[in-house]
């Protein structure tokens, strides 16, 4: 079941907790990618969520009014002719190409910036960050993130058997409350559901890394909030 700001009951503060991943655990992380041999935790129906523990995941999640709802309708028109041309139970392959050309379509009208755009006051967008960071090295790993106006990207490691879905489910609990509380509103604020897919390969890390780091290319710096260590250079000079 997808994890909400409605169903968190809208989490006013975040809770104390110290952070538990040591470098070792960071370091691993940075090179842990999807083992197709061993056991995958798998939930939801929609857009399946699938977990293995310390393995890198590229997770979206977007605000409530972020597609039209000409935009969504488009999308269950799609759903249906694509069940018409491929019967369920869907194969994992099946299952796998139909996420990703629904990521396509949802990236690519999420990125010409539909709805409010709230995550443009850099404020607002500073509640993010700060809720993003709050988890890192206490579920998560962070390796790098992007917010968008009206949209969040990022590479993440769950560690100490946290799944992302849950982890991002309390980040937009909080943030959800912070950000009405800050503009004085009472609405919803991010859609229900996340997108996640698990990284297969460094290859693929690349891609999703460079993915993140363009999204704003046509945005003012003042628009958007790119970070993680994924984006620093280490010690040696290189990235990860």
Known sequence: MDINEDELGGAAFL????????????????????????????????????HQDLKMQFVTFRLA?????????????YKKEWEKQHPLPWSQETQEEYDHR????????IDQGYGSCILRNPDVRMLVEDALYYYDGKE???????????????LLS???????????GKVKGYTSHSINKKMGTNGKIWQKS??????????????????IQSNPRFLSPN??????????PHKDGTTI
């Open 15 to 50: 809770p104390h907790k110290g952070d538990t991943a040591g470098d070792d655990v960071r370091q691993e992380c940075r090179t842990s990618y999807m083992e197709k041999d061993q056991y995958i935790s798998i939930s939801g129906t929609k857009l399946p969520h699938w």
């Open 223 to 232: 628009e958007f909030t790119l970070g993680g260590a994924a984006f620093l």
């Open 158 to 168: 769950p560690i100490c058997g946290f799944k992302v879905i849950d982890s991002i």
């Open 140 to 154: 998560y790993i962070v390796h790098c993130f992007v917010i968008m106006p009206n949209h969040v990207h990022a």
């Open 65 to 77: 009014d972020s597609l039209p709802q000409s935009k969504l309708a488009e999308l269950a028109a």
């Open 102 to 109: 629904i990521r396509m379509m949802c990236d690519k009208w």
């Open 194 to 211: 996340i997108f996640d897919r698990m990284v297969r390969d460094q290859e693929n890390f690349e891609q999703y890394k460079a993915y």
